[in-house]
């Protein structure tokens, strides 16, 4: 949890300091982006929990993801149609749909009085 | 270290690095005028066109302290009051006193009939180029200071169409206009009766109920030019 917080601080400061802007056209398509990843990295700590992780499957959903909102964005562009809402909307949704499970299961990891029988999250599968 | 961990860690960081890039760009953009609602965009003109009212006083104001210095400075020598003399003839030429003499009074106003089904509106209408032309009459017999609804038309005053209403040194004005003009009564509206002349070009306008109405006048007082007169880029040439 902790370096997680870490590393996205890492990063905001080195997108700080990076000497590299964004060109103004290409806006849309980075928050397109950036809501991609923010959806598949809550996604993967889903998985985490429910011990269903797979580290591959991630690698590739982020990456897929990410591009596919892109190019989706990209798409709608060429064709009229503001089609990079359906993909904000997506993972808009599932951002919210993730951050709720996911705080369900940091709860029953802190608090000793969760709901009977789960005050350990993860079931032990060694 | 479990792989998870690592790779979330770089996942946050990835994200981190698009947050702050997405965030000075959209810091960069600002909100375009674009995006503004219409109703936020009418106060904005309001309170533009307040903050410019009060700005406008104050630089009367400091003009009219800038005028006291100049006095008290002169005070001294003979030297400094030519030198005065020579400013308020500037002054004068320029428009930045306001003065009164004999001259006429032009109103003109819209038609107060409508257009029938079908047809413009032009002839209607009093224009931007209506009363352009009368400034350009009216300096042309000789005319040595001008208003329109007083705002005293100066060197680089503008007379133009802004939707329904014209601008005269960026304010708005609405009909009627009343255009003063200081000079010879009986040249002034000469040149405006003149054949070809303005009332000869409005014409038209006057058979479709724009009333154009022109009394020569004892003695008319004309107000200072108010605006701002600032100079960017255009400097005096070292003679």
Redesign the interface.
Known sequence: MVFLLLSLVLGVLVGILLPFHIPLVWGKYFSVALLAAIDSLLGAGKAVYEDRFDFWLFVSGFITNTFLAGLLTYAGDRLGVELYLAAIITFGVRIFQDLSILRVYLFKRFSTTGPQGVSKTRPETK | MS???F????????????????F???E??GFPLAAYRPVDLIRMVKDSERTRGELQTQVEQLRARLAEYEFARSGRGNISRVLLEELERARLEAGLVPVHGPGIRVILDDSKQRPRGGEDDYFYLVHDVDLNQLVNELWGSGAEAITINGQRVVANSAIRCVGPTILVNAKRLGPPYRVDAIGDPDTLAGGLKMRGGFLDAMAVSIRHGVSALMTKEENLELPAYGGPMTFHYASPLAR
Do not use: D, N
Not at chain 2, 7 to 22: D, H, K, P
């Open positions: 792989g998870w961990r790779i979330l860690s770089l996942g946050c960081f990835i994200i981190g690095i698009l947050i702050a890039l997405q000075e760009q959209q960069k953009v």
